[in-house]
């Protein structure tokens, strides 16, 4: 395997774990989209709840095909930032000890849809197919 297909693959590997992370994440926000996070402190207004419900999913359901990777990307990490907001601003620290809430896997998730921007979606995309046209481009690596 030559360095490019290497890379491509780890973007693909990278893409489909956050991916079905995500739709798992998203499935239950996606079927109570407007009234998941009532309850909860400073919880944002229901049209915030059903943007970060369909970020989530709809943006996972992309990342899994590699299908309008960079729209996916902004809507999830809007939500991620927001996430990491959230938890900072309750006070919970980067890594929770013995309990209780952290923004440790927002961040993580924030920085790996950041990096899955500077990449692209690689040549085992959806997008690469529509775009490419089979010839080499930016998503070559």
């Known amino acids: 395997m030559n360095p490019a297909q290497r890379g491509s693959t780890a973007v693909l590997l990278l893409r489909l774990v956050a991916g079905v992370a995500f739709l798992h994440h998203g499935w239950g926000k996606i079927t109570n989209p407007f009234h998941w996070m009532d309850g909860a402190p400073g919880a944002p207004p229901a049209i915030l709840q059903a943007l970060a419900a369909l970020a989530e999913f709809g943006g996972g359901l992309g990342l899994v095909l590699g299908l309008l990777t960079p ?10 930032a927001y996430a990491v907001y959230f938890h900072i601003s309750k006070g919970d620290p980067f890594v929770a000890k013995g309990g209780g809430g952290s923004y440790e896997l927002a961040l993580v998730y924030l920085v790996t849809m950041l990096s899955l921007m500077l990449t692209g979606p690689g040549r085992y995309s959806v ?13 070559d690596y």
């Open 71 to 80: 729209v996916c990307i902004v809507g999830i990490s809007c939500t991620m």
């Open 127 to 139: 997008d690469q197919y529509l775009l490419g046209g089979g010839r080499p481009n930016d998503y």
